[in-house]
Structures are given as structure tokens and as C-alpha cells.
């Protein structure tokens, strides 16, 4: 069972509409009770960094959360801004982030050559593996997904970078490092490279 | 590198959906839902759905139909027709939908557009421009499905709607609709360039070459269809197709 954490930011349902597509269990929860069970999280997020991490405050769920995945080492993915919470900080606000990957998150800024690229980063774009993970199980073939952000994470720890990915230049698409995971694009909108993504978190 | 999104744009009205030629004459090409899961099959970019009828018939979006859309769609999908409150483009969002296009409630209530993007991020906000020329070759506004023509020029309500807050512009040409002549690469042009927003090319792709047109010449970000996507033949026998993502790459990308 996946519990996707509800804390008040972005369109859960659609989430959960492709878990059940690809036949994996899943529930929507803010209730601390169910988290602290959860055998997998998901922690999605559309908006702003700071009302992000004031959410999860507010409803008393950074401890929860840094147990369960610090401690107790269940499988978490971060999506879009649900990634950007897993680092430390972000040029977007003032805010402290979870702090579980070690990286902070930057705004796009292009000039010279690439002043002609708009931000957000929106649409589809590919992604290139910078090691391997179990998240990407049997996904040989060239690779695309959907994104939609302003903002993208830097890696401090070179060896937790998951996915790459070319806008202007190379940034960091995703995360992993144990336990913990994170996706800067959309898997549930990203049709069968989603799905595909999804069915091996749930298979974890 | 980012690709350049081929987006099927498809009209509801009723429980149906429609394809129109010059917004008149809509033809049924069948049902929305069978629509959604044929394009997930085809690994489409992105959906566009309008409802002609809502705005005219003043009755706002369709609720349940957009649901359920939602729960078929595993691609990005934005919504208009009928929306003049940003109570109703909470609940679009909350029910799935990535954007939300304006057209008619951007003349009559700009603030809404400036609201919705405070709200939900400007990348979730959508404008729709339906432009017809003239006898004399100008450019003109119509809202209400084509019905009202409007006193401003595209490229001035272009500029409006992006210092509004609107994150994405749809260029839509009356005259081309479903003619499938090509996009209208001035207009384009002539928007594209006026705006740091991106720009979604509409009304007139007949064929591949035509989007990569819209792209290099009319600088559009994203490239919108209808006939080219439900018809088939020179009988436009109903056919729900989609290019190959190889044809589309080789075309555009």
C-alpha cells in the first residue's frame, strides 16, 4: 500500500488514478495515524516551496516524516515540488527543506546563447541515467517524461543524482539516495514512462 | 532538449465531441472518453478540451464530464468553455485538470485571469485568442465561440493577458479552422514575438510540415490540432489518430 501524503498542495487524484491504473494499492491521507503505518510514501506538491514546507509544519508532520524515513527507512518519493522538499533550501524561499538529500533547489537563469528558453521548464523532455536504481527497472529505451517547474535541484553529493536532464544545460531530474527518491517531472502525467515508473516504486 | 508539444485539441458539445470547420458546421467524431483512452494508447503530449456551447448557452463547465476525463487522461490536459469564476477554476484544477483555458471571462473579467494565476501558478493559466480577419485583411478579437467581435487587436490583448499573469497564449485562427490550409505563420509571428509566454499555434494543421512551420516561422512553443487528429481521407471518414512519436521527431524535433 502507497499512502500519498495529503498536506494540502496540488491535484492528488490524478496520482492515485494512475496507481490504480497500474493496479497498485493506494490511499490519499493527512491523517498522522495512517502515515505513521504507511508502508511507502509518496509526497507530491505543486506551488511554492515555503507554503510547502509550512504545510507539512503546520500539520505536525516533519517529525513523522523524519522517522519514517530516516529511521524506519520505508521507500519515499518526492514529486515536482515533493522533490524540492527533500533537499535543504531553495532559492524560492527562506524556509528550512526536510534535509534528507543533501542539495538545494535554483532557479532557472539563462542569458547569452540560451536567453531564448522560457521559464517554467514545461513540457516533455528526456531524461538520462547517471546510475541505477530499482525505480528503473526494465526502462532501457530512450525515456521522456512531463515537466512543469521554475525551479530545479542541485546535488551537493554528486553520487545522489538519479536522472539528468537538458535545459540549457544538465540538471538534476532526479534523486535517489537509499531509501529516499525524488522526481522533479510527473510520472502520473507522463503516460506509459509514468506508469512504468510508478508500478516499480510500487514494486519496491 | 525540450520538445515541441503536438497537442489534439478537441470540442465538446453536449455529451459529445465535435470537429467544426471555421467554427461552423460541428460534425460528431464521438465520444469523449473513448477519445482520451485512444490518445493514452498513442502517448499524445497533451489534450486540449473546449466546450463551444457553454459560454453561448450560459451554463458553466460541465463538471462531471471533466472528471471524467481526468481519471482516463495519464497526460497533461487543460480545459475551457463556460469558466468565468475562480471558483470554477478551483474545482477544474482540483479534479485533475492541468490548465485552464480562458477566452470570453479574459475580456469581461481580467481580474479573474490575474486571480487564478495568484491562486494556482501562472503555468496552470491558459488565454485563448480566437481571431478572424477582416474584409480588409485586419486581424480582429471575437469572443463568445466566434459570435462578438472585440475592440482590441490580438497583440494588444496578447500583452495584456501575459502582464495579467497568463501562463500560456493559444492563437486560434477562425478562417483556418478545420481547413487544414496551414497555420496562419503571420499572426503567429506577429504574437510570438510581442510576448514572452509561450505560444500555441491553432486552426489550419493539415499536415506535419505545418507544425514545424508554427515552430520555426510563426515561433509557437506548442502546436494545437483538431481535423488533422478525428478525420481521415479526403471523405474525412471519423478517425482518432495520432502521429508516430518518430514521424513527430523527425518532423519537429
Known sequence: ?204 | MLKTRVIPCLLLRGQGLVKTVKFKDPKYVGDPINAVKIFNDKEVDELIFMDITATIEKRGPNFKMISEIAAECFMPFGYGGGISHIDEVRRIINVGAEKVILNTAAHLNPNLIEEAAAQFGSQSIVVAIDIKKSIFGKAEVFIESGQKKVRISPVDLAKRVEQLGAGEIIVNSIDRDGTGEGYDIDLLNKISSSVHIPIVASGGAGKLADFREAKTRGGASAVAAGSMFVFHGKHRAVLITYPEYAELEASLN
Open chain 1, 1 to 204: 500500500m502507497i499512502t500519498i501524503i495529503d498536506y494540502g498542495l496540488g491535484n492528488l487524484g490524478s496520482i492515485l488514478n494512475m496507481l490504480k491504473k497500474i493496479g497498485a494499492k493506494a490511499q490519499i491521507s493527512s491523517s498522522l495515524q495512517e502515515i505513521e503505518r504507511a508502508e511507502k510514501l509518496l509526497l507530491p506538491g505543486v506551488g511554492a516551496f515555503d507554503n510547502g514546507m509550512a504545510q507539512l509544519r503546520a500539520r505536525g508532520m516533519v517529525e513523522l516524516l523524519n522517522w519514517k524515513a530516516l529511521e524506519q527507512k520505508v521507500p519515499v518519493l518526492g514529486i515536482c515540488l515533493g522533490m524540492q522538499l527533500l533537499g535543504n533550501r531553495s532559492e524560492e524561499g527562506h524556509e528550512s527543506g526536510l534535509g534528507w538529500i543533501d542539495g538545494q533547489s535554483v532557479r532557472f537563469s539563462f542569458d547569452g546563447a540560451n536567453s531564448g528558453l522560457k521559464v517554467p521548464h514545461m513540457g516533455w523532455n528526456l531524461v538520462a541515467n547517471s546510475k541505477q536504481s530499482a525505480l528503473l527497472k526494465d526502462m532501457l529505451e530512450e525515456l521522456r517524461f512531463y515537466f512543469v517547474h521554475s525551479y530545479h535541484f542541485a546535488c551537493n553529493q554528486p553520487q545522489d543524482e538519479l536522472l539528468k536532464t537538458h535545459y540549457g544545460f544538465d540538471f538534476t531530474s532526479a534523486i535517489e539516495k537509499n531509501n529516499i527518491m525524488g522526481v522533479q517531472f510527473h510520472p502520473e502525467k507522463s503516460h506509459k514512462f509514468g506508469m512504468r515508473l510508478l508500478s516499480n516504486f510500487a514494486n519496491l
